[in-house]
């Protein structure tokens, strides 16, 4: 069964380096997210990303924040200057359609941890 | 979209149904339930959605009352292994600037399966 798939599986950084998390969605697959989780706390949406540009961000998703798609099958969070703030777990996801009746499929996460 | 209240957490016999239950009464005709649930820290993942009928998959049931002010979540014959976070979620159907087919997370019921 496709998955969707994310690298690293935990990355640590030190506060105000540049990370970048990677994702590969299911290959058939148009719209693509991501959110973030806070230890403890929900499931936050941050952006939404089709036909190579941002359709959707969230007030979370700041200047700090840049997505891209650069070869057609990756799907990238950056985050310019990390903040300790910014450690949570951070999922992609991505769905066939954006009508209602497309469920999304989410990778496993990648945790982030500033120091 | 709707807003929906979902009790904080559950607890359920194994080999027992578990009845997960969601109240949405803000609910509007375009808007489809969602059903997904978060084991330990992975991504969520995707069990059933519905419009009014109750509908069935290899997962769960979902029922959905008349009014559709609220549905219940089934899980037949609960297993360890579906002891998590369920999240009842509810989005606009039609298209928009404002709705790109994000996902609004709430608290969720915590469902501790016990044997």
């Known amino acids: 069964e496709p998955e969707v798939t994310q690298t690293p599986s935990h990355q640590v950084t030190q506060m105000g380096q540049e990370v970048i998390l990677r994702c590969v969605p299911i290959s058939n697959h148009l719209y693509f997210y991501w959110y973030r989780q806070i230890l403890g706390q929900k499931v936050e949406f941050l952006v939404s990303?089709?036909?190579?540009?941002?359709?959707?961000k969230s007030e979370i998703f700041d200047d700090q924040f840049s997505v891209e798609r650069p070869d057609g099958s990756n799907f990238t969070l950056k985050i310019r200057s990390t903040k300790l703030e910014d450690s949570a777990m951070y999922f992609c996801a991505s769905s066939e359609r954006q009508v209602q009746s497309y469920e999304q499929y989410f990778g496993p996460g990648t945790r982030l941890t500033v120091t | 979209d709707a807003k929906t209240t979902q009790p904080p957490s559950m607890d359920c016999a194994e080999g027992r149904a578990a009845n997960l239950p969601c109240n949405h009464s803000t609910i509007s005709g375009n808007e489809y339930v969602y059903w997904y649930r978060q084991i330990h820290s992975q991504g969520p993942q995707y069990i059933i959605h519905?419009?009014?009928n109750n509908e069935t998959n290899e997962m769960a049931s979902l029922i959905i009352t008349e009014d559709r002010k609220s549905s219940t979540l089934i899980l037949p014959h609960a297993t360890l292994r579906d002891t998590a976070v369920y999240y009842c979620i509810v989005r606009v159907g039609s298209l928009s600037s404002s709705n790109t087919g994000k996902l609004i997370f709430g608290q969720g019921t915590t469902l501790q399966v016990k044997p």
């Open positions: 519905g419009l009014k």
């Open positions: 990303f089709y036909n190579n540009e941002i359709s959707e």
